[in-house]
């Protein structure tokens, strides 16, 4: 197998240890949008008119959010919303 001694018994004392012998998943920060987080903005922004206009900023206090305002601009944009300012004349 081309494969050093030292590999094989970090391997094999990996399998005993935790009973796989595969990589452990890192740990990382937590998820702050989760699908059911996801599904409350979805509901708040849609509510109703005033709630759609709202800047970034705003949402980020109504929700109580702990998040950048670059942050939830990326999570409504994965949900397929958009701000679009009209273009001025």
């Not at 890192?26 to 709202?54: M, N, S, W, Y």
Request: aromatic letters at 8%.
């Amino acid at each position: 197998m081309n494969l050093d001694f030292r590999t094989c018994q970090k391997i094999y004392q990996r399998a005993m240890l935790w009973g796989s012998p595969s990589n452990r998943p890192r740990a990382g920060r937590p998820v702050i949008f989760d699908e059911a987080e996801k599904a409350r903005l979805c509901a708040f922004v849609t509510q109703d008119k005033r709630t759609r206009r709202l800047q970034w900023e705003e949402v980020i206090i109504e929700l109580r959010y702990n998040c950048s305002v670059r942050t939830l601009r990326d999570v409504i944009a994965s949900m397929g919303y958009h701000k679009r300012l009209p273009r001025k004349k």
